[in-house]
Nanobody, 128 residues
C-alpha cells in the first residue's frame, strides 16, 4: 500500500522560508514522478512543482519560480520543497503526490489528474 506523508508546514511571516518534506512508502521502485500541489478552500488543487524520477528534470508553476525548489532523494524515499520569500498568496494546504512514469505524467507533470497517489497534506500559512 502506497503511503505519502508530508511534514514541515507551519505559520510564517511574509518573506520567510519553510521546507516541506514528504516520505513515501510502498512504492515498488523509484520510477515515479513526484510533485507538490496546493489548494485553498473553494479553489481547485494546483500544481506547484514536479520532479522526474532521477531528479534531473524539474517543473515549476510560474507563480513560484525563483522562490520554490523541489528535490528528492530516492535512497531515502524522500521529496522536499524548499520555499523562500514566501507571500501571503502562498497560504494553502500543500500535498505530495506520486505517479508512475508514463506518457500521461510526462506530458502534464503539474496536472493533478496525472497523479495516482496523494498524501493528506500539510498546512502553510503566510501572514503579511
Amino acid at each position: 500500500q502506497v503511503q505519502l506523508v508530508e511534514s514541515g508546514g507551519g505559520s510564517v511571516q511574509a518573506g520567510g522560508s519553510l521546507m516541506l518534506s514528504c516520505v513515501a512508502s510502498g512504492l515498488t521502485d523509484s520510477t515515479y514522478y513526484m510533485a507538490w500541489f496546493r489548494q485553498v478552500p473553494g479553489k481547485e488543487r494546483g500544481g506547484v512543482a514536479a520532479i522526474s524520477t532521477a531528479g534531473t528534470i524539474t517543473y515549476s508553476d510560474d507563480s513560484v519560480k525563483g522562490r520554490f525548489t523541489i528535490s528528492r532523494d530516492n535512497a531515502k524515499n524522500a521529496l522536499w520543497l524548499q520555499m523562500i520569500s514566501l507571500k501571503p498568496e502562498d497560504t494553502a494546504m500543500y500535498y505530495c503526490a506520486a505517479a508512475p512514469r508514463t506518457g500521461w505524467v510526462l506530458s502534464r507533470p503539474l496536472t493533478g489528474s496525472a497523479y495516482s497517489y496523494w498524501g493528506r497534506g500539510t498546512q502553510v500559512t503566510v501572514s503579511s
